[in-house]
Protein backbone atom coordinates (compact mmCIF):
# COMPACT_ATOMS: atom_id res chain seq x y z
CA UNK A 1 0.00 0.00 0.00
CA UNK A 2 0.69 3.58 -0.81
CA UNK A 3 2.31 5.40 2.17
CA UNK A 4 1.48 8.71 0.65
CA UNK A 5 -1.76 9.76 1.18
CA UNK A 6 -4.52 12.88 -0.80
CA UNK A 7 -7.28 13.79 0.22
CA UNK A 8 -10.12 13.84 -1.76
CA UNK A 9 -9.95 11.03 -4.00
CA UNK A 10 -12.38 13.04 -6.16
CA UNK A 11 -13.68 16.63 -6.31
CA UNK A 12 -15.82 18.33 -8.63
CA UNK A 13 -15.79 22.06 -8.64
CA UNK A 14 -16.84 25.30 -10.74
CA UNK A 15 -15.23 27.77 -11.79
CA UNK A 16 -15.53 30.48 -9.35
CA UNK A 17 -14.95 27.82 -6.34
CA UNK A 18 -11.62 27.83 -4.18
CA UNK A 19 -10.75 24.18 -3.24
CA UNK A 20 -7.43 22.45 -1.95
CA UNK A 21 -6.22 19.26 -2.44
CA UNK A 22 -4.24 17.56 0.29
CA UNK A 23 -1.42 15.09 0.57
CA UNK A 24 0.08 13.75 3.55
CA UNK A 25 3.80 11.20 3.35
CA UNK A 26 4.74 9.41 6.20
CA UNK A 27 8.28 7.98 4.75
CA UNK A 28 10.21 11.00 6.12
CA UNK A 29 10.92 12.54 2.47
CA UNK A 30 12.00 15.63 2.20
CA UNK A 31 11.06 16.34 -1.50
CA UNK A 32 7.43 16.19 -1.94
CA UNK A 33 5.68 16.95 -5.79
CA UNK A 34 2.54 18.06 -7.60
CA UNK A 35 1.38 16.56 -11.25
CA UNK A 36 -1.00 16.78 -13.27
CA UNK A 37 -1.97 13.46 -15.59
CA UNK A 38 -4.47 13.76 -18.62
CA UNK A 39 -5.96 10.64 -19.78
CA UNK A 40 -3.45 8.46 -21.65
CA UNK A 41 -0.66 10.93 -21.26
CA UNK A 42 2.35 10.46 -18.76
CA UNK A 43 2.45 12.55 -15.38
CA UNK A 44 3.53 16.48 -16.29
CA UNK A 45 5.31 18.27 -13.45
CA UNK A 46 3.76 21.11 -11.69
CA UNK A 47 6.17 21.73 -8.57
CA UNK A 48 8.52 20.83 -6.62
CA UNK A 49 9.10 21.52 -2.98
CA UNK A 50 12.60 20.30 -1.31
CA UNK A 51 12.86 20.90 2.52
CA UNK A 52 9.43 23.02 2.46
CA UNK A 53 10.61 25.44 0.25
CA UNK A 54 9.87 25.92 -3.22
CA UNK A 55 12.64 24.81 -5.72
CA UNK A 56 10.61 24.06 -8.92
CA UNK A 57 7.29 25.93 -10.30
CA UNK A 58 7.38 24.30 -14.05
CA UNK A 59 5.28 27.62 -15.32
CA UNK A 60 1.58 26.95 -14.12
CA UNK A 61 -0.73 29.52 -13.99
CA UNK A 62 -1.39 31.35 -10.52
CA UNK A 63 -4.85 29.51 -10.13
CA UNK A 64 -2.76 26.72 -8.84
CA UNK A 65 -1.10 27.80 -5.71
CA UNK A 66 0.84 25.17 -3.85
CA UNK A 67 1.62 25.05 -0.08
CA UNK A 68 3.94 23.12 1.81
CA UNK A 69 3.29 23.55 6.13
CA UNK A 70 5.86 20.68 6.72
CA UNK A 71 7.92 18.17 5.43
CA UNK A 72 5.14 15.99 5.92
CA UNK A 73 2.38 18.23 4.26
CA UNK A 74 1.83 19.46 0.69
CA UNK A 75 -1.84 21.24 -0.41
CA UNK A 76 -2.60 22.45 -3.85
CA UNK A 77 -5.30 25.39 -3.67
CA UNK A 78 -7.10 25.66 -6.84
CA UNK A 79 -8.86 28.97 -7.68
CA UNK A 80 -10.72 29.96 -10.74
CA UNK A 81 -9.72 27.03 -12.73
CA UNK A 82 -11.13 25.87 -16.22
CA UNK A 83 -12.31 23.11 -17.40
CA UNK A 84 -9.40 22.03 -19.07
CA UNK A 85 -7.84 21.56 -15.29
CA UNK A 86 -9.81 18.70 -15.41
CA UNK A 87 -7.32 15.65 -14.69
CA UNK A 88 -6.11 13.51 -12.06
CA UNK A 89 -3.49 15.74 -9.62
CA UNK A 90 -0.90 13.12 -8.71
CA UNK A 91 1.01 14.01 -5.25
CA UNK A 92 4.90 12.20 -4.94
CA UNK A 93 7.51 12.38 -2.52
CA UNK A 94 11.37 11.49 -2.52
CA UNK A 95 14.07 11.33 -0.28
CA UNK A 96 15.91 14.00 -1.57
CA UNK A 97 19.60 12.97 -1.14
CA UNK A 98 22.06 12.21 -4.20
CA UNK A 99 21.65 8.67 -4.27
CA UNK A 100 21.52 7.47 -8.21
CA UNK A 101 19.24 4.62 -7.39
CA UNK A 102 16.22 7.62 -5.77
CA UNK A 103 13.23 7.76 -7.37
CA UNK A 104 9.55 9.17 -6.14
CA UNK A 105 6.76 7.21 -4.76
CA UNK A 106 3.08 8.38 -5.55
CA UNK A 107 -0.34 8.80 -3.70
CA UNK A 108 -3.21 7.92 -5.07
CA UNK A 109 -4.12 10.70 -6.99
CA UNK A 110 -7.23 12.96 -7.11
CA UNK A 111 -9.73 13.00 -9.85
CA UNK A 112 -10.82 16.98 -10.58
CA UNK A 113 -13.35 17.88 -12.75
CA UNK A 114 -13.63 21.43 -13.41
CA UNK A 115 -17.59 22.42 -14.75
CA UNK B 1 13.05 14.78 -30.34
CA UNK B 2 11.19 13.41 -27.20
CA UNK B 3 13.86 12.79 -24.14
CA UNK B 4 12.46 9.19 -23.53
CA UNK B 5 10.88 7.77 -26.06
CA UNK B 6 8.45 4.47 -25.51
CA UNK B 7 7.00 1.43 -28.07
CA UNK B 8 4.16 3.38 -28.90
CA UNK B 9 1.37 -0.30 -28.23
CA UNK B 10 -1.22 -1.50 -27.71
CA UNK B 11 0.25 -4.55 -26.81
CA UNK B 12 -2.72 -7.52 -27.04
CA UNK B 13 -1.06 -10.58 -25.89
CA UNK B 14 -2.23 -13.94 -24.55
CA UNK B 15 -1.93 -15.17 -21.23
CA UNK B 16 1.79 -17.40 -20.67
CA UNK B 17 3.41 -14.75 -23.33
CA UNK B 18 6.46 -13.19 -23.09
CA UNK B 19 6.46 -9.82 -23.97
CA UNK B 20 9.42 -7.05 -24.19
CA UNK B 21 9.25 -3.45 -24.49
CA UNK B 22 11.92 -0.81 -25.47
CA UNK B 23 12.78 2.49 -24.67
CA UNK B 24 15.49 5.20 -25.47
CA UNK B 25 16.52 8.21 -23.99
CA UNK B 26 17.95 11.42 -25.46
CA UNK B 27 20.27 12.87 -22.50
CA UNK B 28 23.91 10.73 -22.63
CA UNK B 29 24.38 11.99 -19.20
CA UNK B 30 21.27 10.19 -17.60
CA UNK B 31 22.20 8.70 -14.42
CA UNK B 32 19.65 6.06 -13.48
CA UNK B 33 16.82 4.34 -14.95
CA UNK B 34 13.05 2.97 -13.63
CA UNK B 35 10.04 1.00 -14.82
CA UNK B 36 7.10 2.01 -13.50
CA UNK B 37 3.51 0.47 -14.11
CA UNK B 38 0.05 2.58 -13.84
CA UNK B 39 -3.07 0.89 -13.62
CA UNK B 40 -6.23 2.64 -15.09
CA UNK B 41 -6.95 5.57 -13.44
CA UNK B 42 -4.72 4.69 -10.68
CA UNK B 43 -1.60 6.64 -9.92
CA UNK B 44 2.10 5.12 -11.11
CA UNK B 45 3.68 2.64 -8.94
CA UNK B 46 7.59 1.93 -8.98
CA UNK B 47 8.21 -1.85 -10.81
CA UNK B 48 11.74 -1.82 -10.60
CA UNK B 49 15.19 0.10 -10.93
CA UNK B 50 17.12 -0.89 -13.85
CA UNK B 51 20.40 -1.49 -13.08
CA UNK B 52 23.79 -1.62 -15.22
CA UNK B 53 24.37 -5.10 -15.27
CA UNK B 54 20.54 -5.53 -16.33
CA UNK B 55 18.12 -7.20 -13.06
CA UNK B 56 15.79 -9.56 -12.67
CA UNK B 57 12.90 -9.62 -10.38
CA UNK B 58 10.83 -12.68 -10.78
CA UNK B 59 8.98 -13.01 -14.16
CA UNK B 60 10.45 -8.98 -15.05
CA UNK B 61 13.84 -8.39 -16.15
CA UNK B 62 15.17 -5.27 -17.41
CA UNK B 63 18.41 -3.86 -19.23
CA UNK B 64 19.94 -1.00 -19.40
CA UNK B 65 22.20 -0.39 -22.62
CA UNK B 66 24.22 2.78 -22.06
CA UNK B 67 25.90 2.98 -25.16
CA UNK B 68 22.60 3.10 -27.35
CA UNK B 69 20.99 4.58 -24.52
CA UNK B 70 18.03 2.17 -24.69
CA UNK B 71 16.74 0.46 -21.78
CA UNK B 72 14.09 -2.89 -21.92
CA UNK B 73 11.60 -4.58 -19.87
CA UNK B 74 10.75 -8.48 -20.60
CA UNK B 75 7.84 -10.15 -18.49
CA UNK B 76 7.83 -13.96 -19.21
CA UNK B 77 4.45 -15.61 -18.63
CA UNK B 78 2.31 -13.42 -18.57
CA UNK B 79 -0.59 -13.22 -16.15
CA UNK B 80 -4.17 -11.20 -16.80
CA UNK B 81 -2.79 -8.95 -13.85
CA UNK B 82 -0.06 -7.61 -15.60
CA UNK B 83 -2.34 -5.32 -17.96
CA UNK B 84 -1.49 -2.24 -17.24
CA UNK B 85 0.69 1.03 -18.69
CA UNK B 86 4.27 0.72 -18.55
CA UNK B 87 6.37 3.75 -17.97
CA UNK B 88 9.79 4.41 -18.71
CA UNK B 89 11.48 6.61 -15.86
CA UNK B 90 14.43 8.27 -16.65
CA UNK B 91 17.12 10.51 -13.82
CA UNK B 92 19.15 12.93 -14.87
CA UNK B 93 21.03 12.50 -11.54
CA UNK B 94 21.48 13.85 -8.34
CA UNK B 95 17.97 14.10 -6.34
CA UNK B 96 15.01 12.48 -8.03
CA UNK B 97 13.84 15.65 -8.86
CA UNK B 98 14.45 15.53 -12.56
CA UNK B 99 12.82 12.42 -13.15
CA UNK B 100 11.56 12.20 -17.03
CA UNK B 101 8.80 10.41 -17.98
CA UNK B 102 7.88 8.43 -21.21
CA UNK B 103 4.50 8.18 -22.46
CA UNK B 104 4.14 4.64 -21.53
CA UNK B 105 3.44 1.38 -23.42
CA UNK B 106 -0.50 0.05 -22.81
CA UNK B 107 -0.21 -3.97 -22.25
CA UNK B 108 -3.61 -6.11 -21.97
CA UNK B 109 -3.00 -9.88 -21.02
CA UNK B 110 -6.01 -11.79 -23.15
CA UNK B 111 -7.41 -14.93 -21.38
Known amino acids: DTEVTQTPKHLVMGMTNKKSLKCEQH?????MYWYKQKAKKPPELMFVYSYEKLSINESVPSRFSPECPNSSLLNLHLHALQPEDSALYLC??????????????FGPGTRLLVL | RKEVEQDPGPFNVPEGATVAFNCTYSNSASQSFFWYRQDCRKEPKLLMSVYSSGNEDGRFTAQLNRASQYISLLIRDSKLSDSATYLCVVNLGGSARQLTFGSGTQLTVLP
Open chain 1, 92 to 105: ASSQDYSGLQETQY
Open chain 1, 27 to 31: MGHRA
